[in-house]
């Protein structure tokens, strides 16, 4: 009987360990994207609501990995009375910041309740413009799926409770072949309400995967909220200053 049980124990301890390799596989392309990120990317944020109104803002976004956090700006550039500039600050110990400026006032940081508001409301919100889960310590490798004509594995993340994040569980569909997300659901904390983000027009530029449109949906409710990407640089050569604090506030 001594022996049966020290063979389970064996067995559950390889189950274990083979699961946790298999999620920092799946977790090495994604993590490096972000690591290695240096970009700039210009188009347009649409919602559409349920009647079909369409409401758009112009917007540009940088994003340069520095050493121990990714800096991202974002910029809502039309109509003028929209202006706004939005500096998220990822770290991997969860540690985030978000500050947002407008013209004529000074720029301040978001508290976190906040991070789920966004320039057209909550679906595509500020949180949504990084991509923290990937450094939660909460990671694994569920099974192996498919996402249309994509072979995909899922991988399930869960923050700390010290990392800074509205979300309580982030589940993301990444093609097994390239490491790159073809779909997401986000669940908000507290309410349980799912977002999901679907990834059109993957594409490799400069060694780079990206995609041309990002659509997020609140489950279970009517409209939408499109990411559209119509030009950028994969290499852009961005420096710190392009992420200062005299940047976010000079309109």
């Known amino acids: 009987m001594k022996q049966a049980w020290i063979t389970l124990a064996v067995a559950i301890l390889l189950s274990h360990t083979a699961h946790a390799a298999d999620a ?7 993590k490096q994207r972000i690591e290695t990120a240096d970009y700039r ?25 520095f050493p121990g956090e990714l800096k991202v700006l974002v910029e ?13 600050e990822m770290r991997p110990d969860g540690q985030n910041t978000i500050r947002v400026a407008r013209p004529g006032g000074a720029p301040a940081a978001l508290p976190v309740e906040r991070w789920s508001d966004g320039p057209l ?12 889960q990937y450094f939660w310590p909460g990671q694994a490798a569920t099974e192996k799926t498919r996402w249309g004509a994509r072979d995909c594995d899922m991988l399930k993340s869960t923050p700390a409770t010290t990392d800074r994040t509205r979300y309580a569980e982030v589940r993301t569909w990444l093609d097994h072949a390239i490491g790159f997300p ?3 659901e986000k669940t908000a904390k507290g309410s349980g309400t799912i977002k999901e983000f679907t990834y059109f027009g993957l594409r490799h530029d400069q060694g780079v995967w990206s995609a041309s449109q ?12 499109l990411l559209i990407i119509e030009r950028g640089s994969a290499k852009a050569n961005l420096r710190a200053e392009d992420f200062s604090a ?6």
């Open 24 to 30: 920092a596989q799946v977790l090495a392309t994604p």
């Open 41 to 65: 990317i210009s188009g347009r944020l649409v919602r559409v609501d349920g009647d079909g109104t369409r409401t758009t803002r112009g917007i540009t976004i940088k994003a340069r990995w």
């Open 76 to 88: 809502i550039a039309s109509p003028a009375v929209a202006r706004e500039r939005i500096l998220l």
């Open 121 to 132: 409301g909550p679906g595509f919100s500020y949180e949504d413009f990084i991509e923290p």
């Open 182 to 184: 073809v779909y997401v």
């Open 214 to 225: 990002v659509e997020a949906k609140v489950r279970g409710q009517a409209g939408t909220t």
């Open 246 to 251: 005299a940047k976010l506030g000079n309109f």
